[in-house]
């Protein structure tokens, strides 16, 4: 660990955001309590939180793990030095390096005041240098609690729903002709080149992950962020797949933290005329209040649309 007269710079970087949230102290406080809440919104605009462990008590730890887009794991190691219900944290934290050792320590001071219809959060960080790369990831520091604090509040409005766990239920099947023949739409569906040329990533979606292992046993997996910051993402296992005929598939989607649903789907193709008959059919559970109002359906015609605009091509 590098010594005293190795820092960088001692306490001379300071940051401050503040926000306020349409929801209690006590919610907002709590959103700090657990790891299950902290894993919900504890990262800026792309990340997950894979792993967290927080002891919610005065020398209790505070360490999480961010997981950028392309993979790579960033822990931030701390523990609590207050913890005033619910109106303050004190938490000092630490960045380390690959190799273990730190690049910056943030001594991290959180105030909870009631006002302007709820909640106002103020996060005030004094951070203290080891290693000259830090300075590129302070100076980041305050756009990353911006996108941070704005998670924040995405999960608190999922707090304000009832607590009670419900399930909708909703069918549907599609039908749709192509001009080409089967084995062109069957790789349309299972070439994973080829589906990315129209599965996700338009309507100002940015893909930040995909992959696809399209056979009996198989997953696939896309996540994409919308320009509204939220980042969903579809998690499906093929269990049937018949070349030039069939996939049968199970899917789950999220966004954010928050799984919104999960699916069985079943597409066909049929030989009609010189060209292809596929049929989608699809049953989704959706979850928690998730209200899809048909959405779903929608959704799929517009893919099929993007389908029949990559086979012309």
């Known amino acids: 660990m590098a010594m005293a007269n190795d820092t960088v710079a001692t306490r001379q970087h300071q940051l401050k955001v503040s926000r306020v949230f349409p929801a209690s102290r006590e919610q907002v406080f709590a959103a700090w309590s657990s790891a299950e809440h902290v894993k919900h919104w504890f ?9 967290a462990t927080v002891e919610f008590h005065p020398g209790g730890a505070f360490d999480v793990c961010m997981r950028a887009p392309d993979g790579q794991e960033h822990w931030t190691r701390g523990h609590f030095l207050e913890v005033v219900p619910p109106a303050r944290l004190v938490i000092d934290m630490t960045v380390p ?5 730190p690049l910056f ?3 991290t001071t959180v105030v909870f005041t009631s006002g302007c219809g709820g909640t106002h959060m103020e996060v005030e ?6 290693h000259p790369l830090a300075e590129q990831m302070v100076k980041g520091a305050q756009m990353g609690w911006e996108q941070t604090l704005d998670r ?9 729903q009832p607590a009670a766990h419900s399930v909708v239920h909703g069918s549907f099947r599609i039908e749709r002709h192509f001009d080409v023949p089967r084995e062109r739409v069957w790789s349309a569906f299972t070439d994973q ?21 399209i056979r009996p046993g198989g997953r696939e997996h896309v996540q994409g962020r919308w320009g509204s910051g939220t980042v969903s993402t579809f998690d499906a296992v093929y269990f049937d797949v018949v070349p030039n005929e069939r996939l049968v598939y199970s899917y789950e989607m999220h966004l954010d933290q928050r799984k919104i649903s999960v699916s069985l789907a079943t597409l066909e193709l049929k030989q009609d005329g010189a060209g292809t008959l596929v049929v989608m059919s699809e049953h989704g559970a959706f979850l928690d209040g998730y209200d899809d109002a048909g959405s779903r359906e929608r959704g799929t015609n517009l893919l099929l649309d993007a389908v029949g605009q990559y086979l012309k091509g």
Do not use: M
């Open 43 to 51: 990262c800026p605009q792309g990340f997950t939180v894979p792993h």
């Open 97 to 101: 390096g690959a190799d273990g050792e």
């Open 105 to 107: 320590s943030a001594h």
């Open 125 to 130: 960080q004094a951070y203290t240098l080891f």
């Open 152 to 160: 924040l509040g995405r999960a608190l409005e999922y707090t304000q």
């Open 193 to 213: 080149e080829a589906k990315a040329r129209w599965f996700g990533g338009g309507n100002g979606q940015t893909i930040l992950a995909r992959t696809a292992d």
